[in-house]
């Protein structure tokens, strides 16, 4: 067994060309394995990413464009019911019931397209509202 770390006994260096498109192609196909560009190559060309490779959570862009449109959406819901109170004028509990709701949804959604399970004890539930 060869002695230092895996960087170190990778001495070798393959460099080649691609037009920006396929660049763009190999970034994302790469992302969306859930690893570094260099791993993917390894893991397509020799049929493992290499003992150090990390692998990463995939994300999906096109839900997380989605989740912030629906989040400043919600943003916005809220910034109008809090100018109402700071107004003075009554706050309508169905409208601040819905704007949690949409919050919890869309976080809920963003876990989601991250691939990830929600943090600690939040499970996406509203707090008991009445």
Same mark, same amino acid.
């Not at 859930?34 to 990413?49: C, E, S, T, W, Y």
């Not at 692998?55 to 910034?79: D, K, M, S, T």
């Given at each position: 067994?060869?002695?230092?770390?895996?960087?170190?006994?990778?001495?070798?260096?393959?460099? $080649?060309?691609?037009?920006?498109?396929?660049? =763009?192609? *190999? +970034?994302?196909? =790469?992302?969306?394995?859930?690893?570094? !560009? &260099?791993? $993917?190559?390894?893991?397509?060309?020799?049929?493992?990413?290499?003992?150090?490779?990390?692998?990463?959570?995939?994300?999906?862009?096109?839900?997380? !464009?989605?989740?912030?449109?629906?989040?400043?959406? !919600?943003?916005?819901?809220?910034?109008?019911?809090?100018?109402?109170?700071?107004? &003075?004028?009554?706050?309508?509990?169905?409208?601040?019931?819905?704007?949690?709701? +949409? *919050?919890?949804? !869309?976080?809920?959604?963003? *876990?989601? =397209?991250?691939?990830?399970?929600?943090? &600690?004890? *939040? +499970?996406?539930?509203?707090?008991?509202?009445?």
């Amino acid at each position: 067994m060869a002695k230092g770390s895996d960087k170190r006994q990778r001495t070798r260096i393959i460099t $080649f060309r691609v037009s920006d498109d396929e660049y =763009a192609r *190999y +970034q994302d196909r =790469a992302l969306r394995a859930g690893l570094a !560009v &260099g791993a $993917f190559a390894r893991a397509a060309g020799l049929d493992h990413a290499g003992p150090r490779a990390r692998h990463r959570r995939p994300i999906e862009h096109r839900a997380l !464009v989605q989740a912030l449109a629906a989040l400043n959406r !919600v943003g916005n819901n809220l910034n109008q019911i809090a100018r109402n109170a700071n107004l &003075g004028l009554d706050t309508d509990a169905g409208q601040l019931r819905d704007a949690l709701h +949409q *919050y919890h949804a !869309v976080t809920g959604a963003i *876990y989601d =397209a991250l691939g990830m399970e929600p943090a &600690g004890d *939040y +499970q996406g539930q509203e707090p008991g509202w009445p």
